[in-house]
């Protein structure tokens, strides 16, 4: 990772609280420790994945996309907290504000955020109004545990809280509202951001317009190469997304979509067209996999199933976001940010 | 691999030719040019696979166990060469020992091997006998081939023979002596091993008796540690062998048996004694893997599935075995060879 760009990293509560739960985590010094990363280190709530794996299908409601089935393992939500069944072993938990940073003070990241409620995209107006009320009040919880231990296991925290309030401008701006008069290090854009790029766009101007420049804000869950730009120019100054990782575990290497002459943000070294391809994955990409090797040897790793293509092409997409992010910092320092754009989207 | 010490890498002519086929690899430039290995490396003939997935267990036959089922893709044997179907689009190969050298310079490895059959364990002396005679033939043809052009796809190329005769003392000695006559760079000892670990020293002690110190002599499929020690007490200089990344990929870390306390080679990560160990993989070991990581964090990673502990091991099990095999050079050139035998083995 630290080759390959990546300033910071972003480990799953949820998992974690799983499986080897935040006490082992612990007692192996914390994730820094853990993983040997000592770069900054972020950890979400635990609550995107208990209401994602929980209604069956989150993560793509919150993108606008519904259909995915799989087992629905929540149990059920109450002011309390959220209670839901091990993918593992069928054992029960309960999430609460405060054991969610407790949790999340085991675990030891830099950046910790409050535990919310991730609203569907199917959800009407009544339903989100009272879950952004309930997601507040968790957040208030959340930021007097946090405040009883500023230190996680491996040093001192910082706290994000969490805008919510859906595709309603009003709810959004109640919300950020809320985030403005907590006393927090810095601001997260959650919940139901529409059902289009452009509604997401939307919706995040909606949660930026009452926030303030002291604060960093971070988009959670976004990572298309059109989405940065798109919500950097919103004011979003951080992201996390699992798919430069996924598209590179299902054959992919991420490319500028203006170079890929179809507006495409990835080229899928398994398609037969590239099998005497003698190219670097990317052209432009100064990588390990792209330095050393050719689209051909990937194409032939992946129809061969040899694992080794996998990190190959994680490396080198690793690589493309940290310097797709580098673009994104210098556009805006030399005040050319349009025309950058323009240079990475055609 | 460099990073992990490794001298010389092996390529299996078999897959190869199944997919992406030679033209291919020579297309790209040869395999040190795909893989951007700039090193020394090595094909065998193609027949060990063939052999072996066709008869449906001759590796577990070589070194003498049976049982493995298999699909069956070995159509026959004649004096021109060995016929299979393709695992994966049932396309027919004939492989002979013109075209299976023709392969291998496509392929461009520094040092080839002549195309021998590998005679099961359970085959009688008659079968070994007329097996034997075949793969002098085929020695011979392969030989000649050889001649007509020394160079591969990447440079010029060495070749080695392969001493046959299964468990028979006098079918190995007249092998070995045929293997003398041939202008061949080094031998292979190869075919049938016998069915437990002395009688493969023994086998491998009549193949070596005939044979000049001239030559290198290269063990084929043979990797266990301390199969290593007593081979090389034989006078064997080279091995190859699956088993270091196989075990890896299963979540062992190789260890020095004499340090296990159990006479075991590896450890199993997946054990749950190492779900709190804060110990590296191997103490005495400085590679990557376990300068920086513990077992409580590889038996984690096992566990989740993350395929990132299948690269620790590996990059671990690669180190260990280049540590090995320097310390036997070292052993043989401080005269201490029984006293290092009895430190690694116990």
Known sequence: MKAAGAQIILANTYHLII?????????????????????????????FQIFSLGHGSVAEEIKGNRGAERPRTLIGIDEQGATFRSYLDGAIHTLTPEGSIQAQRQLGADIILVLDECTPYHVDRDYTARSMALSHRWATRSVAEFSRARHGSAGPQALYGI???????????QSAQFALDQPTFGHAVGGCLGGSPDEM????????????????VHLLGIGGIQDIWENVAKGIDTFDCVSPTRIARHGGALIRPALSGRA????????????????????????????????????????AGE???????TIHNIAFMSRLMNAVRE?????DFAAQRQHWLG
Not at 28 to 42: R, S
Not at 163 to 173: I, S
Request: proline share 6%; hydrophobic share 40%; glycine share 8%.
């Open 264 to 303: 495409r943000d990835h080229i899928n070294l398994r398609n037969a067209r590239f099998r005497d391809d003698q190219d670097p994955l990317d052209p432009e990409c100064g990588c390990y996999s792209c330095a050393k090797f050719t689209r051909a040897y990937l194409h032939h790793l992946l129809k």
């Open 19 to 47: 499986q080897p739960g935040p006490e082992a985590v612990a007692r192996l010094g914390g994730l820094h420790a853990m993983m040997a990363w000592d770069g900054p280190l972020l950890t979400d709530s635990g609550g």
């Open 331 to 335: 556009a805006i320092r030399h005040d």
């Open 201 to 216: 766009y939307d919706v995040v101007a909606m949660a930026m317009a009452p926030l303030d420049d002291d604060r960093p």
């Open 307 to 313: 694992i080794l293509a996998l990190q190959l092409l």
């Open 163 to 173: 805008v919510q309030g859906g595709v309603y401008d009003d709810l959004r701006r």
